[in-house]
């Protein structure tokens, strides 16, 4: 995988090339439209099965027994795999096409719920141990709500783990794209590009933040930062996906926090 390519959840190791941004999308992050070719394709591939999801689960450790909110549980691969692991899992999703599919995944008495991350959540304060936000901030504007409404269901001491695009690979899409001007680094700007999968087409809008506007955004929401994290592939990735590990065994596609509720 070549680290200049679009890190985002991908249909394959090869990535999609960025579409041009379109100003008056009809409609935009709808997952409901696109659920099931999304779920195939994000289930065995490099970047999601063998890149994000091990590492969030690295960075969540033994989870045994802990009370945990899954925001943005999409289809329910990161909910299934804490709940193996002995978590205690709720999630929630804006998608109600996505929790359908994790409904089926997970079974009826799985706890899911739909709701907007950055609004009112509809969980009691103090109730969780740890929240996992799994490559769902990046399509907020504006992280300050979404971050105290998950400041207020931690329990003290709880923390939130995290994972988003990287901002230095998507300047680096920027640059290939041609499109420095209108993105700058610095800046918290926002694009829309189209997504296609298993023949289903999706427009996505998505905001860059630089690493500084991020790490601002979890002190000014009273988390301390405890772990900043660009981990490598999970080592089946190697046998899987030979010919993208050779090129790249080490690429930019995401970036891991731990936050703590102190």
């Not at 099931?36 to 091990?54: F, G, H, K, V």
């Not at 795999?81 to 002995?86: N, T």
């Not at 105290?148 to 939130?160: D, F, H, N, Q």
């Not at 010919?243 to 703590?260: G, I, N, S, T, W």
């Amino acid at each position: 995988m070549n680290p200049d390519e679009h890190p985002e959840h991908a249909a394959s190791t090869r990535l999609p090339s960025p579409s041009a941004v379109t100003e008056d999308a009809p409609r935009v992050n709808d997952y409901c439209g696109f659920a099931e070719a999304y779920t195939a394709e994000n289930e065995t591939n490099l970047i999601n099965a063998y890149s994000e999801r091990p590492a969030m689960l690295a960075l969540a450790g033994d989870v045994a027994g802990r009370r945990i909110l899954d925001a943005g549980c999409g289809t329910g691969p990161l909910f299934g795999a804490l709940r193996e692991r002995g978590a205690i899992v709720s999630g929630f999703d804006a998608s109600a096409g996505m929790l359908e599919l994790a409904r089926q995944r997970l079974g009826d008495t799985a706890e899911l719920q739909v709701a907007e991350l950055g609004g009112p959540l509809p969980y009691p304060d103090d109730t969780f141990d740890d929240v996992v936000a799994s490559l769902v901030l990046h399509y907020l504007e504006d992280w300050g709500p979404a971050l105290a409404e998950l400041r207020r269901v931690l329990r003290p001491g709880g923390r939130v783990i995290v994972s988003v695009d990287h901002p230095f690979a998507i300047e680096l899409m920027h640059r290939q794209a041609g499109r420095e001007a209108e993105h700058n680094y610095f800046d918290t700007t926002n694009w829309t590009e189209e997504w296609t999968m298993g023949g289903h087409s999706a427009l996505m809008s998505i905001w860059h933040r630089p690493l500084h506007a991020m790490t601002d955004a979890f002190t000014q929401a009273d988390f301390r930062i405890t772990v900043i994290n660009e981990p490598e592939p999970d080592p089946a990735a190697r046998k899987l996906f030979p010919e993208a590990m050779a090129a790249k065994p080490r690429f930019l596609c995401f970036l891991f926090f731990v936050l703590q509720a102190d």
